[in-house]
Structure formats: structure tokens, C-alpha cells
């Protein structure tokens, strides 16, 4: 198993934000966390990378137990994240954040192979890589936050709501790049506002309410799952 969360629970302060929330994922798979808002998954996703300790329970990637290692321990060991609101730094050209992404790497011919991927799977990175990254689009600030992670070269990919207020057709650009990755090997767990676009990318899916996981299965299950289609997915 590649990734395992046995019962974590996180508090912040007297809050519970999560309570004994498990989860697996294998290599090369997907995971997708739906829920409203409020319900834990930018917090599954905060305690996977040190950001938030859990207050109980255990994470493990490989076996070994990564709950209390500082976050840039956890980026060596092949985690990256993407997070929810396009977080890149706008007074910083696109190329400059895309060297951020790498700047734990030492092998300098590894990084140039992974530039030059990433400008292949991104070409409007390419195009705008001196442009200072506060004045892209929304749709390729996403784009930047996402090649600045897989400038890591991570086994592990976790992204936050890439779609989020994006226009419909930059949200489908944002999940064919998403099944490029997937088919790349790299395994993600994926949270995304658009349940019907997440469920379609994804192996597994966790349903999230109150800090709990309330529904578990295959994907492709729960898009046809009655409770699911009426709560998340419309009539569309």
C-alpha cells in the first residue's frame, strides 16, 4: 500500500475537524475526497504533509509512519501538494516558480529532463515562463501550481479543488492534464468541487461529512450511487 490513514482525527484548538478518518491508496491509483464544505478534506490533505498534526491515529506512505515528520521531510519522500486556491508567488516569473517546485532536487539533469516535460504536458507555461506568475489567468495560475508540484518528480500527488472557479473549458483542460499525470504512474489523491468530473478520474472515492467518512467505495460504484447522485452529483 502506498498510502494509509488508520483513524486520524485533527483538532484545531477545541474543534474537531477530523474524526478516525481511514483511507488507502495504492500505487498508480487515484483517490478522490467529495464532500461539502467543512467536511475534513483540505485537513486529510494539511495532516498527509506535516502541515497539521493529528491529534490521534497514524499515516503511513511505504509502510513507514510519516504523522510528526516536519513537511520538507515529507516532500523528499515523494509527496507534493497542490493547493486549494492557486497559490503560486505572483511577484515571481512562472520559470522561478517552477524552481521552487524543485528546490530540494540535487540531480541538475534530472530537473532540466522535468522542465522540459512539464513545458510539454503545460505549453502555455512555456509560452509565458518570464511573465511574473500574478498575471496569468486563473486557469494557468492551476497550471503552474500543478507543474510546480510535479517538479518534485513525487510518487504521491495531492491536489486541492483544481478546478475550483475555473471557466468549463478550463476545467476540462484541467482534467485531461490530470488524466495525462495519472497515466504518467503517479498516484493522486484528489480533492475536487466537481464530483462527477472527480468520480470519472478516480479509482476509489471517500465521501466526506462532518469530519467522517460517510461512504466508501469504487468510483465507478458510487457515480451511479443513489445518495450520492441526489447529494453531490445533480440530475445532470
Known amino acids: 500500500m502506498l498510502l494509509e490513514l488508520r483513524n486520524i482525527s485533527v483538532h484545531y484548538g477545541k474543534a474537531q475537524a477530523l474524526n478516525a478518518v481511514s483511507l488507502q491508496l495504492e500505487e498508480g491509483k487515484v483517490a478522490a475526497l467529495i464532500g461539502s464544505n467543512g467536511a475534513g478534506k483540505t485537513t486529510t490533505l494539511r495532516a498527509i504533509t506535516g502541515l497539521k498534526k493529528p491529534s490521534g491515529g497514524e ?10 515528520m516536519a513537511p520538507h521531510e515529507i516532500v523528499k519522500l515523494g ?8 497559490r503560486v508567488f505572483s511577484a515571481m516569473t512562472v520559470r522561478e516558480n517552477l524552481d521552487m517546485g524543485a528546490y530540494l532536487r540535487k540531480d541538475k539533469l534530472g530537473v532540466a529532463e522535468d522542465f522540459e516535460e512539464v513545458f510539454q504536458r503545460f505549453p502555455r507555461l512555456r509560452e509565458r515562463q518570464k511573465q511574473h506568475a500574478g498575471l496569468l489567468s486563473g486557469g494557468e495560475q492551476q497550471m503552474l501550481s500543478m507543474a510546480r508540484a510535479l517538479m518534485a518528480r513525487p510518487t504521491l500527488l495531492l491536489l486541492d479543488e483544481p478546478s475550483l472557479g475555473l471557466s468549463p473549458l478550463a476545467v476540462k483542460e484541467i482534467a485531461r492534464i490530470i488524466r495525462g499525470i495519472i497515466q504518467t504512474g503517479v498516484s493522486i489523491v484528489l480533492i475536487e468541487q466537481n464530483a462527477r468530473m472527480a468520480l470519472r478520474l478516480a479509482h476509489e472515492a471517500y465521501i466526506l461529512e462532518l469530519g467522517r467518512v460517510a461512504i466508501y467505495g469504487k468510483a465507478k460504484d458510487l457515480i451511479h450511487n443513489e445518495d450520492v447522485r441526489k447529494a453531490y452529483l445533480g440530475s445532470g
Open 59 to 68: 499515516i503511513l506512505f511505504r509502510g513507514g509512519r510519516i504523522d510528526g
Open 79 to 86: 509527496i507534493a501538494h497542490a493547493p486549494e486556491g492557486r
